[in-house]
């Protein structure tokens, strides 16, 4: 983040920010054009802060660098945020956040912890989601390795990895190191298994052309629709992991 920042900030001059907020370190912070910060405070301190093209920090978030909010993307009211954490673009995050990774047109958007993870692209995590990212013991943290068809060993903290186009339930609560794949809707009593396989409904297999369709639904809630080349790709990983249709 400090290296990227340095890169895309260099030579420009910010935005001026609403005299609305509170700040410190303020060299390290740059506002875009057209992005909206209100009665919110930024604290440059531990890393930079930037704050994308027609991103909006609403009234009460608590932010902390390094943290990165890329273009249309919103936090809403009272969101904490400590870095280092970038949400990609056109996401919506709330609640607290941690040295995570939001990628693009995902959705965070109410309360629960999200803490040492990593989310992809078009997922959602319905209200009250929250992962663990530390083991009770302060043991290791043991992840699954597909290729390797293991658990490995990936240090003291570890949250939620969450593959493309996955959805959770309201409340759902994540044990440390998991691993879901894409295309999963995760919904459920009790913890999820710390691996979720591809194409997961629940407990059972997604059915493809609900899958698509599905996807389809949430594309549209950001104006866009299912590529044919996604298609095409979800349908072959599909296959290629010999899942029949639920």
């Not at 400590?82 to 995902?106: D, M």
């Not at 043991?139 to 240090?155: L, M, N, T």
Request: net charge negative.
């Amino acid at each position: 983040l400090r290296e990227d920042f340095d890169l895309i900030c260099k030579d420009r001059t910010s935005q001026k920010l609403s005299s609305t907020n509170r700040t410190i370190s303020s060299e390290n912070i740059f506002i875009e054009e057209g992005a909206v910060v209100e009665h919110s405070i930024l604290n440059a301190t531990g890393g930079p802060i930037y704050i994308g093209k027609y991103a909006e920090v609403m009234e009460g978030c608590l932010i902390r660098g390094p943290f990165a909010l890329c273009e249309g993307s919103k936090l809403k009211m009272g969101t904490k945020v400590y870095g280092a954490t970038t949400i990609g673009p056109y996401c919506i995050a709330g609640g607290e956040i941690k040295n995570s990774i939001i990628s693009g047109y995902s959705n965070k958007a109410h309360d629960g912890y999200l803490g040492d993870s990593v989310i992809g692209e078009w997922c959602n995590l319905g209200a009250g989601t929250s992962n663990s990212n530390i083991k009770n013991t302060a043991s290791i943290v043991q992840v699954w390795h597909d290729a390797q068809k293991a658990f490995i060993p990936a240090g003291l903290k570890c949250g939620l990895l969450l593959g493309d186009y996955s959805r959770t339930a309201i409340n759902t609560a994540f044990n440390t190191g998991t691993l879901a794949g894409i295309c999963c809707n995760i919904f459920g009593e009790g913890f999820p298994s710390k691996y979720i396989p591809d194409f997961s409904w629940g407990f059972e297999r997604y059915n493809l052309e609900k899958a698509l369709s599905d996807i389809n639904n949430w594309k549209k809630l950001k104006g866009q629709e299912i590529t044919e080349n996604e298609i095409k790709l979800l349908t072959d990983i599909y296959y290629s992991q010999n899942l029949s249709h639920a």
